[in-house]
């Protein structure tokens, strides 16, 4: 492997969350150090994820399969609807065993300086989705931060008129703590605390 391409990989690691340079150079070698038993099978699942993956169009949890395998699921209830920011959330839940609804996965919080709107909280599906289940409850499991609040709120708002249930996440979520970081116990507390929004 010639330096370049060598420095290509190194550059491309630490593109990725939480990886600085060094990091990614400490990466790039023990990859090449592990080379059959890692580093090839991870370039492949790399290549065969990428061309396989997929985002559902009703709820926007990824799965190689549309509809995703919970909205395709018999064993579902559909009366339920799990609002969550992102996938890491959706594995947290599933991994926790205590939502048995539907989710819908906003992709990101409100926020002017990541320039996300309200546009990109695909509310008008959100709504279609209650409807076409005839969903009774929302439960909005977003993080206890400042955006997560102002985004659930907004949420809240736009579902005013459809005269449904809307629950929020209570006690056992640490103020400032993020939904994918909590353990199973803590989350499933939560979850059966949830209360009436407002
Ligand atoms: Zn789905």
Known sequence: MSQDELQKLINLISRLPGIGQRSAQRIALYLIKNKQELMLPLGDSVKETAAVIKKCDNCGILDVIIPCKICSSDNRSKKTICIVEDMADVWAF????????????????????????????????????????????????????????????????????????????????????????????????ALESRKNLG
Do not use: C, M, W
């Open 94 to 189: 599933e991994r926790s065993g205590y939502h048995k609804g539907l989710y819908h996965v906003i992709g990101g919080l409100l926020s002017a300086a990541k320039n996300f709107t309200e546009q990109d909280l695909k509310l008008n599906k959100l709504r279609e989705r209650i409807e076409i289940n005839q969903a009774q409850e929302i439960i909005l499991a977003l993080s206890a931060t400042i955006e997560g609040q102002t985004t659930a709120l907004v949420i809240k708002d736009a579902l005013e008129s459809l005269n449904i249930k809307i629950t929020q996440l209570a006690y056992g979520v640490p103020v400032g703590s993020e939904i994918h970081y909590l353990d199973d116990n803590t989350l499933g507390a």
